[in-house]
């Protein structure tokens, strides 16, 4: 990643393959006087090195006098764009061989051809955003579903980096009063209140752990609520899965055991990504595979927030689902996860079995998967278990690294306090205080590394 180069740089930005239209980008010091090369308006009077920032322009891209195309042309003036420098925007047709003509054109007229998140590294790097903001212009992009497009939204817009400066900004104040004792030390005195600067690090400790906790739900917004079909072989799982996907996703067969590994799909509800996962049967196996298999089960049934045990009506009993049930929630605990109970195949029976009525306790639903009947209560379940998982507004993170830093910090604010309380010289204590700023300035950027940066921007697609 070229951190330093101010070269005029090119890109598709649009995705690869043929569409009625496709947009190559352009953005550097040169863009405009490259553009006049290359671009002929339908009115001669106004060349793109006189054209305003903000306006369209309608005209043709030549090469050496052959015209490649007709095009618009925007015209976005630094330092008032997406990047901060001079940009142009063309559209043109979608032919896969008009947009490469276009770029090799430009290329041969002195651009460079961009690397991945180069347009948004520059951004960045011109003040425009910052790094929390550059890394939810991604998320963006990669949004698929309502939840995840407004947790992508909010961060884009600075609502996470107003959070975290305010944050920093708390810690700074004091901090540089901390410093200012550290360069009078040999005159004893104390410029910082050691109780008030007690009280602020207790109210950051609450604020990053509240940050932290709602990692939980911002992943689950960002990635799909997991949510796993559990239960013995045979008794309808991968059937569940097909209905509720409403396509033949997995394969359904009566010999027990067909599924060996999880199958996983996702689909949008109301605004929310559920990603659904088919396990391997829960039995004792003997084959190498299908072991290999259930024990992926268990792993899934881990991540999940949701369980959806499947079984037989035909081939269990009340008291057996009940141990079954106590199992479960031993094993995961009464709170952790969402467990519903789905009971399958009654297009096999007369009447539910009346032991089921001691089930009442827990939240039952009584299907025929290969009918595709009363799928529609499953749903109805899904939506009323994630209403706690409705994005209200709040301040979410929903991206690994930030969870790392925030953790980092956390553990030198719990250094800070323990040292404050052990009555700890200032310079020790002083030294926490710089690594806990150290980490929440990596979060929006104000602490960077070549490493850093290349691992961010990296992940982008070419053209933004």
């Known amino acids: 990643m070229k951190l330093n180069d101010h070269s005029t740089i090119a890109a598709i930005s649009t ?12 953005s550097g010091d040169k863009s405009l006087a490259i553009g006049n090369k290359v671009f002929y308006p339908k009115n ?19 090469d050496s006098g052959e015209i490649i195309d007709e095009v618009i042309c925007t015209v976005f003036r630094g330092p008032h764009s997406y990047t901060g420098e001079d940009m142009i925007e063309i559209t ?3 032919s896969l061989y008009i947009q490469q003509r276009i770029l090799e054109v430009l290329i041969n007229r002195g651009c460079r051809l961009a690397e991945p998140g180069e347009f948004t590294l520059r951004a960045f790097l011109s003040g425009r955003i910052d790094l929390s903001q550059a890394e939810a212009v991604a998320d963006l992009i990669a949004s698929t579903s309502l939840a995840a497009h407004r947790i992508a939204l909010q961060q884009m817009r600075g609502g996470f980096s107003g959070k975290i400066e305010l944050l920093r900004q708390q810690m700074v104040d ?32 609450n604020e990053i752990s509240s940050l932290i906790d709602s990692f939980r739900l911002g992943n689950v917004l960002k990635h799909g609520i997991p949510v ?21 996703r997995a394969i359904v067969s009566e010999i027990p055991g067909t599924t060996r590994d999880s199958i996983e799909d996702v689909i949008t509800l109301q605004g929310v990504a559920f990603r659904f996962i088919d396990t391997a049967g ?37 008291s057996e689902l009940t141990q079954t049930i106590a199992s479960l929630r031993e094993q995961f605990g009464e709170e952790a996860k969402r467990i519903i109970l789905i009971g399958n195949k009654t297009d096999q029976l007369v009447e539910i079995p009346h032991d089921f009525n001691s ?60 040292g404050m ?7 020790l204590i002083s030294v926490d205080i710089r690594l806990a700023l150290h980490h929440i300035g990596t979060i929006t950027g104000q602490v960077t590394s070549d490493e850093l940066l290349g691992n961010v921007f990296g992940k982008f697609c070419i053209g933004k």
Do not use: W
């Not at 299908?290 to 269990?316: H, S």
């Not at 290969?370 to 209200?392: C, H, M, P, W």
């Open 228 to 248: 796993a079909i559990v239960g013995k072989p045979n008794v309808g799982k991968s059937t569940l899965l097909n209905a509720l996907l409403n396509e033949e």
């Open 282 to 318: 829960l039995r004792h196996a003997t084959d190498q595979i299908e072991k290999i298999g259930i024990g992926r089960t268990q792993e899934k049934m881990e991540q999940a927030a949701i369980i959806l045990y499947v079984f037989d009506l035909c081939e269990i009993t009340a």
């Open 44 to 62: 001669k009077n106004k060349p793109l090195s006189k054209a305003g920032g903000f306006t369209a322009h309608f005209g043709e891209f030549h």
């Open 359 to 418: 089930l009442v306790e827990y939240e039952t639903i009584f299907i025929s998967a290969k009918r595709k009947e009363n799928i529609n209560l499953i749903i109805d379940s899904l939506l009323r278990a994630v209403q706690g998982y409705e994005f209200s507004g709040d301040t979410l993170v929903s991206n690994a690294r930030h969870l790392e830093a925030l953790q980092a910090a956390l553990a030198h604010m719990n250094a800070i306090e323990e």
């Open 174 to 205: 004091f901090a540089s009063l901390i410093e200012l004792e550290l360069d009078f030390s040999e005159e004893d005195v104390e410029f910082a209140d050691r109780s008030q600067f007690l009280i602020l690090v207790k109210e950051l400790k």
């Open 15 to 26: 995705p690869a393959g043929r569409g009625a239209i496709a947009m190559i980008r352009i």
């Open 421 to 427: 309380y052990s009555h700890l010289p200032t310079d």
């Open 92 to 94: 043109c047709h979608g």
